[in-house]
């Protein structure tokens, strides 16, 4: 009976289905059908076999189809969620090499003994103590050119911000006096 059905179906039922799938997927649903009417008749749950063949081919089909599309649909949200974090990433570094410029130029328009000190401190680690020993500086000293190098490289970072670089004065300009070494 089985092979009856295979012969008078088989050419029908693959046209039919290679209308909604592309020729290898449309061969695995058909496939997947007689396996499911094979064991719907050994079991005597296909009154209709041909119906029956018929159904499960269809629904198999459209359940391909759907599984089709959400994998899509999914994978165009990740997609685009991917690109949303490159593009979030590629801000974030912008944004930190325009601050680390920023801070660098701010950092050479002071003092050279302000800035002698600051990068002691800041970049290079040193105590006020190991600080005001290299430099033959007392530590009050130290805290004052940190503090006055502080508060220029600020102003300096914060009048960029606010106008062009190149029309922020120079440190020296300020008005302030320079603090004495020693």
Do not use: W
């Amino acid at each position: 009976m089985m092979n009856e059905i295979h012969t008078q179906t088989r050419k029908p039922l693959l046209a039919s289905l290679q209308r909604m799938l592309e020729p290898a997927q449309a061969e695995e649903v058909l496939q997947e059908a007689y396996l499911k009417l094979l064991l719907a008749l050994r079991e005597e749950r296909a009154p209709e076999p041909r119906a029956f063949l018929y159904r499960v081919a269809r629904n198999q089909a459209i359940s391909r189809l759907r599984h089709q599309k959400v994998v899509e649909q999914q994978g165009s949200h990740v997609q685009m969620a991917m690109q949303s974090q490159q593009h979030e990433a590629i801000e974030s570094r912008v944004s930190r090499e325009e601050e680390q410029g920023a801070l660098l130029e701010a950092i050479n328009a002071l003092p050279p003994k302000c800035r002698q000190v600051l990068v002691m401190r800041k970049i290079d680690g040193f105590s006020h103590g190991q600080i005001a020993g290299v430099l033959g500086i007392s530590t009050k000293t130290v805290e004052n050119h940190l503090a006055r190098g502080m508060r220029l490289c600020r102003e300096h970072i914060v009048a960029g911000s606010a106008r062009p670089a190149d029309a922020v004065e120079p440190a020296s300009k300020t008005g302030e006096k320079d603090l004495a070494v020693g």
